[in-house]
């Protein structure tokens, strides 16, 4: 007997699991009767070769994307994305080219893929990622620093900060124009929380970049840092000062990053990428796309606060309890149990500090002067708010960030120090204020 052969027949099924609407259990393949699957075939039909025929001269990178592309290989064609019906919101007349009566949409979103990958969908719409818009819609606060403050409320620019930077990563709700168009005040973007005209939310190619839609691109740190960096939560800055970062920085280029979803394991890399511990098969853990799932704290809240809710846009969205172990078993497939546990203890030392020690004395100051009068009504042009804000949005995430994630540089320099100067900073305008009745100019 070959012995190979139950191999090979254990990862064909595995890529080929998500592509029909199944999903392997601890007792077998589950099958969702819900899922429309869509019957593949080496050959494109008619139609689709047109669109490729047509596309490869006006735009070779996506088709040349697309016939490198799994997609391509299993025989997923143009129109099992992008085709539309008559009378759908987002449907375009694209009578091209010899076409007749033919609709599409450049809007692909996350319920014609959950056709196909149910599973991933699912555990998407269970994760913090699906409020990733929905997040700021009631932060008044937020709005008003955006159009207001940094648009000058300028009635015809002042969207433009919005529109090219935070619906750039948080996403926004797609709006159309007459004809099924997108508007172009809410598309192009690349954010992860969209809300689509079908309703549906999320945006797969935010990781999985189109027309390739990688699991390699996905697994690598780049694929999350284009929104997770910066100076409130630089989470690919402080995976590159981790070791893990530098082994990765040193030899990723080696490692195999193109293995099936629940076979990519230590020995096809040496460090763990983002990837890896929030969303990979490692060990007895099954992959998942529900990115708070191995969570225990919220580390970018004010104050950091155990995970304990299954409602998916609370903050603190998740099981904390159960998460940390989950986090403990990636650990452990390359630690030692007491290295692991001598880890969490650190990095929890060191969030109880931050909410102990920064950021309850900073409210309890902040409350009082609210409460007699002596804060500003534009926070933005008020040194204690300003600081306040800068406490726990920037320097407190980082501190946070940085000691949970191995990052000593972003815990101690970026974090703690940067902490306690602004901490003496707001206890000195604290006392001035309260002495004198009055804001100081």
């Not at 704290?297 to 304990?308: D, H, I, Q, T």
């Not at 042009?381 to 949005?393: A, G, R, V």
């Amino acid at each position: 007997m070959n012995l190979r052969l139950p191999l090979l027949l254990s990862c064909l099924l595995t890529l080929l699991i998500p592509s029909l609407g199944v999903s392997a259990t601890s007792e077998g393949i589950e099958i969702n009767p819900e899922v429309r699957s869509l019957a593949f075939s080496r050959s494109l039909t008619e139609l689709d070769k047109q669109c490729v025929s047509c596309h490869q001269e006006e735009h070779p990178g996506v088709v040349a994307d697309w016939k490198n592309s799994r997609h391509s290989h299993v025989g997923v064609g143009c129109n099992d994305c992008h085709a539309a019906s008559k009378g759908e919101p987002d449907a375009q007349l694209h009578n091209q080219e010899g076409l007749q009566n033919v609709y599409i949409s450049p809007l692909v979103s996350p319920d014609t893929c959950g056709r196909c990958h149910a599973q991933e969908q699912a555990e998407f719409n269970h994760s913090g990622h699906f409020r990733a818009y929905r997040q700021i819609i009631p932060k008044d606060s937020l709005h008003a620093l955006v159009k207001f403050h940094e648009g000058r409320d300028n009635p015809e620019l002042g969207n433009a900060p919005g529109e090219t930077g935070c619906m750039q990563c948080h996403g926004t709700e797609i709006k159309l124009l007459e004809g099924g168009k997108p508007d172009p005040s809410t598309w192009p973007n690349s954010g992860m929380g969209n809300i689509y005209p079908d309703g549906s939310t999320g945006n797969c190619g935010a990781c999985h970049t189109r027309h390739r839609f990688s699991i390699a691109e996905a697994r690598k740190p780049q694929a999350c840092a284009s929104c997770h960096l910066g100076p409130d939560h630089p989470d690919i800055e402080v995976f590159e000062n981790s070791k893990h970062g530098q082994v990765f920085a040193a030899e990723g280029h080696e490692w195999n990053w193109d293995a099936p979803a629940d076979a990519w394991e230590p020995g096809d890399y040496r460090a763990p990428t983002c990837a890896t511990c929030h969303m990979s098969g490692v060990g007895e853990l099954a992959p998942t796309h529900n990115i708070s799932q191995r969570l225990y704290w919220n580390l970018w809240a004010k104050r950091s606060e155990v995970r304990n809710s299954t409602d998916v846009l609370s903050p603190l969205l998740g099981n904390g309890p159960q998460g940390r172990e989950e986090m403990k078993a990636v650990c452990g497939s390359c630690h030692g149990d007491s290295h692991t546990e001598g880890f969490f203890t650190q990095g929890d030392k060191a969030v109880k500090l931050y909410n102990v020690e920064y950021y309850d004395p900073a409210k309890k100051m902040l409350d009082e002067l609210e409460a007699k009068g002596l804060l500003k009504e534009n926070p933005w042009t008020d040194e204690f708010q300003i600081t306040f804000y800068h406490l726990w949005h920037h320097e407190g995430r980082r501190a946070r960030h940085g000691a949970m994630m191995a990052g000593p540089d972003y815990a101690h320099w970026h974090g703690f120090f940067e902490l306690q100067q602004s901490l003496y900073k707001l206890q000195a305008i604290h006392r001035k204020r309260l002495e004198t009745g009055e804001i100081e100019d």
